[in-house]
C-alpha cells in the first residue's frame, strides 16, 4: 500500500515525513520565532527543530515551516515545527521502494529508517522514523514562549 510523504532539504539532506501528519506549510518568518526557538502558531506555542543544524549540518537560511505532530510515548501526538530550506514536493511511496539506508553518521541513523531514490533526483531521501517522539528532537514540556 502506498502512503504519500511530504519531501523536504534540510542542508544537503532530503527528509521524508508522512503526509499525514503535516498540519501546515508555511514562509518562514524568523521574526515569529523566540529567541528559545519557539513560534506562536494559532493558539500554542510550538517548538522550532531547525533540521540542517539539528542534523549537524552548517546552517543555511531555512525557507520554511513545516508543522507536523511527532506521537507521545502516551499515544498523544505534540505538534512541533520543523525549519526546513525548501519543501520539494509529495511523493506516493510504495513498500517496496524502500532501500535499505546506507551509512550515515552515526549521530543521525537513529532518526531515520529507510531511503527512497526519487525519479529525477540525484541521490537519496530518507523517511524520519514514525516512532520518533518530540523528546528526540531535545524538546522539553516547557513551552513558554521568552
Not at 18 to 25: K, P, Q, S
Not at 107 to 136: K, N, W
Amino acid at each position: 500500500m502506498a502512503v504519500l510523504y511530504l519531501q523536504l532539504r534540510a542542508g544537503p539532506v532530503c527528509v521524508l515525513v508522512e503526509a499525514t501528519g503535516v498540519h501546515e506549510v508555511l514562509a518562514a518568518d524568523r521574526s515569529h520565532v523566540s529567541s528559545r526557538r519557539q513560534m506562536q502558531w494559532r493558539d500554542q506555542v510550538l517548538p522550532v527543530i531547525e533540521l540542517g543544524s539539528f542534523f549537524g549540518f552548517e546552517e543555511s537560511g531555512c525557507e520554511t515551516h513545516v508543522v507536523y505532530s511527532v506521537d507521545g510515548a502516551d499515544g498523544t501526538a505534540s505538534p512541533l515545527v520543523f525549519a526546513a530550506n525548501e519543501v520539494l514536493g509529495l511523493h506516493q511511496v510504495d513498500a517496496h521502494e524502500w532501500k535499505r539506508l546506507p551509512a550515515l553518521p552515526a549521530e543521525i541513523t537513529r532518526y531515520f529508517d529507510a531511503a527512497y531514490v526519487t525519479a529525477g533526483q540525484d541521490g537519496l531521501s530518507y523517511r524520519l522514523r514514525a516512532e520518533l517522539e518530540p523528546t528526540d528532537f531535545g524538546v522539553e514540556a516547557d513551552t513558554q514562549l521568552q
